[in-house]
Each structure stands twice: as structure tokens, then as C-alpha cells.
């Protein structure tokens, strides 16, 4: 027996949230699939605060760092740690920013780090996110993804040290 799963549209998705089935429950949409996130822990909470705090202060007036609100991709809508998209904020009254307002994004990693260096990763190459980092709090380190091919990254590169500059510098 071969058990098909119904994939779900980001239009569909909105009309669940509109309609308070999804109220309550912390879940995203990936790959046409509703998922359940996990919760976050202080690590991942101080990480998160500390790296957005640092964008906004060297991004000032050159673009908005959203944290953890959704982006509108193909068959999904994510909700990243952190975005980096562009100026000016008030064309997110209508959408959330799609491929094409996005620079960078950045997820903390520790118990989602396989969803986040797999799936997640498939899926933001796969509509031209130009650069994705994952934040490793496991191993303590940084893996990024840059220079997007169809499905993959053509470049990931993994940092313990030192000091990096995103693409979109």
C-alpha cells in the first residue's frame, strides 16, 4: 500500500491561518507540508537576540532584519530565525518578502539541524535565496550556503573562527 500525503498551497495555508485552524499551534509551511517547529531553548534565544541585535546595529538604514516571521517562497512559507531583506519595510504591509526582497537568512541550530542543512536548505536554494547560514550551537560553528543552483548550494563552507562577511556586503 503506498500512502500519499496531500500537499498544501501557500494560498491554502493562508486560508487555514484565517481561519483559526492553525491558532495556537507554532508550525510553518515547507515544501508544501505543514510543519510542527520545535521550541526554542535559552541557547538558541540568547543566540538569536545577540546575532539580530549585531545586524541591526551594521545594517541600519540598509535593511530591515526581521526574526522569526514568515517569508513567502514557491511551495512554502518558512519562518527563519533571522531575514535580512530589503528596504523599505512598509512593502511587507501587503506579503511577506519573497525571493526576490531577500539578502541573506540565518537559522539557529540544534535540534533542528538536519531540517535545517536538508530540507530547508533544498528549498531556499531551490528559489534563489543568494546566501543561508546555519548557526551550529551543537558543534559551535557556522555553515554557509552560498551561490544557489537549482536544488543546492553550490558553495557551503564551514567557519569555527574568525570573521565573516556576508555576499550582500
Known sequence: MTITTYKWSVEEYHLMIESGLLTGKSVELLNGEIIEMSPEREEHSYTNDDVAELLREKLKGLAKIRESHPITLDNSEPEPDIAVVR???????????????????????????????????????????????????????????????????????EYSSGIISPIAS
Open 87 to 157: 528596504l523599505p519595510k512598509t512593502i511587507y504591509t501587503q506579503h511577506h518578502p519573497y525571493p526576490q526582497d531577500i539578502y541573506w537568512l540565518i537559522e539557529i541550530s540544534n535540534k533542528t539541524l538536519s531540517k535545517d542543512l536538508n530540507e530547508k536548505s533544498i528549498t531556499y536554494s531551490r528559489n534563489g535565496i543568494p546566501e543561508y547560514w546555519v548557526i551550529d550551537l551543537v558543534n559551535k560553528k557556522l555553515i554557509v550556503h552560498t551561490d544557489p543552483q537549482g536544488n543546492k548550494y553550490s558553495q557551503v563552507k
